[in-house]
């Protein structure tokens, strides 16, 4: 979508045009700019339905322009910005588009689960008072020390350590000479001891006094410069949290008026003054482009009538030299409602302290001069505004408001985050780390525009009349506004990935005919799979799933991000032709809790099963997570224990039904420390099909008849079959390649032979 914002033509329609009184005060406008035009020319005399009199003619323009002038200035702030397009959920793949929209991408992830975290934070600890990301950032490049007797020193020191209720979250390291700050080292097991804080006693609402103060400090949160720096460097420490949302974005190329707030020193005091002033409504005509998603050209266009919040930059500025006389700007709230990353003198440089009058006044004064030497060359005549061309404009700062559920009202977000805009940043990447399992948010992407437009008066001194046109003097001003334009908006969750389907081993009795144990385990790894449904109620988990991995078809992710809580055990005495025919059809379910009461559960069970002999069973087995989701199904087992007058012996074997792509493997994987490779289970089993069709023949005598036994009931076996792994250094880029291949060798020590 492209969005193109128009005020209304004061020449086409003078009364109905758009317009702003003249502010007097402290004057930081530059020199009037006057022009003559002939804006109107009466009908045409050949005209069939009125016949042409100079004389109305005369009055009609002199009524019109006595209206204009009597309007005082009218505003003109025309500008276009593109809306960002979430390409994966549309489909849209920006590397084939000619005209690439620029993107936006939203991700929710579920890294780990730790014991507690999810079951305190549900309660009513506010999202501002969770763990976050940036402020450890902060915390750790901030020079302030933290205190003494255990006080927090900073506002980041108090937000990690809940002012003081966590004990030894980072210790600072001191200078032995000088005594200063030289860095901060990490004490280790954060997230155990915030739990314990909220859990013992638990914080619940009302919050304490000083909890709720701190609370508020952390709604508004603002990154200028330091803190995109700062953003960029600790963005990879995402993965040591439990969970968390991403939102990465394609910003405005176009950084010169950012550039010039950033070298001013006053980014962030501006962003604070729009945060902490009413905004003034600003209604606008507003044309919107539909882009095609194949092409990337533009298909139609619809204007609607919008209204956008909008700030006057000479307000502002007035506001800097202390010299505020609009009486509608009033500031609603103070520094106690927002928090800077990247560091503590932000907090200090934007305070309200008078001993900072000076500083912003001089940083103001030098500010506007170079906004004002920027316009030379972009200020635009009146022809131009009369013949549509666009105001000068480029987005100054970002905002990203989280609202929870799906329902959007402005004064109820959760958070507020606000992003300098840079030209050291072609993608904005903002982690959200303050965000609770499950919990539906929606997140709000605006823009803040700054338009260079045009403040202008039709004067009553030089109006001439000749005949056949009209003059008239008019002063053309340059006028900077910002707009907050909406860019794009997500709603979704964080949720776990469902499990990967578990081993199963069968094992039979010695001996033994009407009974089987079933060895369950659960299974380590990721795989991307279609999803498998036994029962009518796996649907709207598979949906959920779906909608949180944005993956409305196809394979979802399965991954051991979460412990096994429950075994599904299912079993059919007829062959089935889908998973579908195990439904209402579970034997059993096997709890794997060790310690309820901590979340301790193992990661494997055994269920003994009653059967009769000479019966042929089908098993299948799921397993549950923690969170309740459900893995896809394992291979489907035949099963039979066959009683030859007293002679008992199984028969095992896997069938070949199973889900497409269920043995489909990632071809990359992330390791830690160690790798195991090792082959799956169906890949390890006799293949008894091959064995008595033809197969070789074991003898006692030669041992070698061992090692060409089949193994494996897959179409595709491993034995014998060469393999390469790959290791990639994530910090190096360095690889170490591992040739193997598996082979199986058979062993008869303590057994018998058997032909």
Known sequence: MVYSVNNLNPLSNPIGGSHSQNRSGVNTEPPLITQRLRPLAPPSSTSTTQEYNPVKWQQYHEGIFNIVVQKGYFTDYAFQIESLVDDEELGIDKQTLVNKPPFINYDFEYNF??????????????????????????????????GINGIPGTLYAKQLTLNGRIKNVFVDI????TGEKIGEKDSGEYFDKYVRAISNPPVISPLPADLESLSNQYKNIIFPQAGIDMMKNYNSNKHLFPMYSEIQFQTDRFTEIAQILTESGLSGDLIKYIIETNRVSFSTARTDTVINSASGASDDTETIESIFDTWDITDWINDLRGNTTNTQIQRTIGNDKMIFMGGESMNDATSNDPSNNLYRALMSTLLYSKLLQLSKNSFRTMDQIYNSVLSPSETVFYEIKKYSGDQIVEDNAIQSFYFINSNDVDVLKFVDTQVKYNKQYTYVVHAYQMVMGNKYKYLNNTQQTTGTTAEIEIENNVSFRIFKVPLNSKTNRVLDRPPVFPDVNIVPYRGVKDKVLLSMNSNVGFYELDPVSITAEDETLIAAIRDSQKRPTGPVEYKTDDKSTTFQIFRLERSPASYNDFDGNMIATVDTTFQKDKNYFLPSAAFVDNILPNITYYYTLRVVDNHGHVSNPSPIYQFKMVDDSGAVYPLIEVIQLRPPGFFTKRRTKSMRKYIQLIPSLPQTLLNEEQLFNGGPRISPQINDSFNSLPIGVMNEGVWDQKYKVRLVSKKTGRKIDINLEFKHRGDTEGGDSTT
Not at 118 to 146: C, K, W
Not at 174 to 177: I, L, P, Q
């Open 174 to 177: 001191v200078s032995d000479k």
């Open 113 to 146: 689960f730790i014991n507690g975290y999810e079951r305190a934070t549900s309660r009513s600890i506010p999202e501002t008072l969770m763990p976050n990301i940036y402020v450890f950032g902060s915390e750790v490049q901030s020079a302030n020390l933290d």
